[in-house]
């Protein structure tokens, strides 16, 4: 699968983690930022171009973190056709995916071990969308919101 991959310098370190572990998974990578740790960097510089990355499909799935994954699940929703959240468990990482067609996990790289945090991207690259007939409403009712922009 071709994963996209984000950060700014709150979740750099964690980053620096995970990129290596999805290559080994056998996972093609195309990291998005930051390339260096800058204390002064912005989140949004580097999760922006992975959500649109995303949403146009130059990859599969993405993974941006920042200090808390807030920031970057609040950006990376702001890109039509983009489905990101803040993951800290396993039953989210792999049921966001299956019944809400998740496509970004977020993550906080001060708050998410490195063991948790590849544990919550195994279960999210695993995971498949069930396209239940329940889920596609409610993800048709979520594209509406959408089209108001």
Request: hydrophobic residues 40%; negative net charge.
């Amino acid at each position: 699968m071709k994963i996209g991959i984000a950060a700014d310098h709150g979740g750099y370190k964690l980053k620096e983690v995970i990129h290596p572990f999805l290559v080994k998974l056998g996972h093609e990578v195309v990291d998005f930022g930051a390339y260096k740790l800058d204390n002064q960097d912005d989140y949004p510089d580097f999760v922006i171009p992975l959500a649109e990355a995303v949403a146009n499909g130059e990859v599969e799935r993405g993974i941006a973190v920042c200090g808390s994954g807030v920031g970057a699940s609040v950006a990376a929703n702001k890109v039509h056709g983009v489905r990101a959240a803040l993951i800290n468990d396993h039953f989210s990482a792999h049921q966001g995916v299956e019944d809400d067609d998740l496509n970004i996990l977020c993550l906080g790289g001060r708050v998410t071990g490195n063991m948790a945090a590849e544990e919550y991207v195994t279960a999210f690259l695993t995971a498949e969308f069930t396209a239940a007939e329940r889920h596609l409403r409610r993800l048709g009712k979520v594209h509406e919101l959408e089209k108001r922009d």
